[in-house]
Each structure stands twice: as structure tokens, then as C-alpha cells.
């Protein structure tokens, strides 16, 4: 199927509410999110910004708002920089929790899997070519005077590093952030539930929610929902705000 049908048919389903994968269902709840909590003077952050989808919807909702975008691999990056020129501030860097650089996994096969470690990977040959992309923190990159109502993070396992080197953004702004955490990838980096729990919840006063919880004005999940999502698949997109339903 080409990418034009595929493109295609993904926007229909997504328009009438039918979720064939799980993807298909977190790409639509995060188009909901995305249209009724950004206002047109916002600013965002996009990392991982890939092709561009999500800044799309960005750009959408905030057209009058500043938005740093991030893409280490340098033809996604190279595409992005000429696309969102005068939109958006796109780096290509790698978010991380220190500067410097880092050897990093590009897959060819499956652009998406790509991160600075292997992981595992939904695919039986993974062509994996290792190149080399600068390290930054969040914090050294966005200025301190800088509000910032919204950040998306797919980092293929990279989360805790990006959200540990973005601590002051977290605790000066208290944005909004949907990240991507599960299974297959964040344990190749070290990193677990209790880690992005206590990061998130206990040091910066934030609730996690399921995507389609916040919608719903539901609970947050506790740290043992947290930790069973993450065990069984269940769910790996998440969102983090200081609301409390």
C-alpha cells in the first residue's frame, strides 16, 4: 500500500472513530488532547518530532505560539528544517539528561525504532546503521523566561533521560506532557516505572494518566496501575498534568 493510501485511510479511521491498532487509537485521543488543551498562543514542545505529525496539530491549535521540535535523524531533521522554516525552532539533537554525544541506532527498515540504544524490535531483519547525534538537555536548549504549556515526547526507551534533563522546564511551567512508555524499549535504557513515577509524580507533583482517562475527566492511575501497564503491554502512552479529576 502506498503512503498516500495509507495516509488515506489511516485519517479515515481516525475520523470515524475506528481503532484498528493501538496506534491508530492513541494517534486520535492525541488529536483530542492536542485541540482542547492549547490555546492559539502557546508554546510546545516536540520530541521526536519524526515527520512532523503531531507538530502539525501544534501548529494547528497554536499558530501564534513558539515551537521547538527535535529530530536527531539528519534527513528527518534536514526535511523539517525546510518544511517548518519560520513555524518552528527544529534542532538536531538528541534529548538526553547530559550533553555531548552519543552513538545512536538508526533503522532503516523502520524509521520510528530508531533511538540511541537497540531495543527490541517488532520486525525480523532490523537494518540498523549507528551513526553519531549531538546530546542536549531541555533545560540548556529552552529559555528560562520561556512558558511552555505542552511537550510530547517518543524517544523509543530515551524518556527518563529527556524528563531528567528537563527539570527546570517541569517545575517552572508545569506543562502538559505526553509521552510514550513501555515495555520493549525503556528497560534497554535502564529506566522503570518507579523511576518515571517518582520523576513525575513525587518530585514534580504530577498525575499520570491513560489517554483516554483524561479525556474522560477520569482518575489518574496510581503507581501499581502504572507498573501493571507497563508489565503487560496494556498501555504505553501516557499522559502527565497537574489536574487531578
Do not use: W
Request: include cysteine; charge should be neutral.
Amino acid at each position: 500500500m502506498q503512503k498516500k493510501t495509507r495516509d488515506f485511510v489511516k485519517e479515515l479511521l481516525i475520523r470515524f472513530r475506528i481503532d484498528l491498532t493501538r496506534n491508530i487509537k492513541y494517534d486520535r485521543l492525541t488529536r483530542i488532547i492536542i485541540s482542547t488543551s492549547i490555546r492559539e498562543n502557546d508554546n510546545c514542545i516536540d520530541v521526536g518530532c519524526h515527520k512532523g505529525e503531531i507538530l502539525d496539530l501544534m501548529l494547528k491549535s497554536a499558530p501564534l505560539g513558539k515551537h521547538y521540535v527535535f529530530e536527531p535523524i539528519p534527513f528527518l531533521y534536514d526535511q523539517l528544517k525546510t518544511q517548518y522554516e519560520g513555524r518552528a525552532h527544529v534542532f538536531p539533537f538528541a534529548l538526553s539528561d547530559k550533553n555531548g554525544e552519543s552513538t545512536f541506532q538508526l533503522v532503516k527498515n523502520a524509521l520510528a525504532y530508531s533511538g540511541i540504544k537497540k531495543r527490541a524490535y517488532k520486525l525480523k531483519d532490523p537494518d540498523i546503521e549507528e551513526i553519531t547525534v549531538a546530546l542536549k538537555t531541555l533545560d540548556e536548549i529552552i529559555p528560562s523566561n520561556e512558558k511552555i504549556r505542552f511537550v510530547k515526547i517518543d524517544v523509543e526507551g530515551g524518556e527518563l533521560g529527556v524528563l531528567k534533563g528537563a527539570k527546570r522546564v517541569l517545575s517552572e511551567n508545569k506543562p502538559i506532557v505526553i509521552f510514550e512508555f513501555g515495555k520493549g524499549a525503556s528497560e534497554f535504557y535502564g529506566s522503570s516505572p518507579d523511576d518515571i513515577f517518582k520523576l513525575l509524580c513525587t518530585e514534580h507533583g504530577y498525575h499520570i494518566y491513560t489517554l483516554k482517562y483524561y479525556i474522560q475527566k477520569k482518575k489518574p492511575v496510581d503507581f501499581e496501575m502504572f507498573q501493571q501497564y507497563f508489565n503487560s503491554g496494556d498501555e504505553y502512552y501516557f499522559i502527565a498534568s497537574i489536574e487531578v479529576f
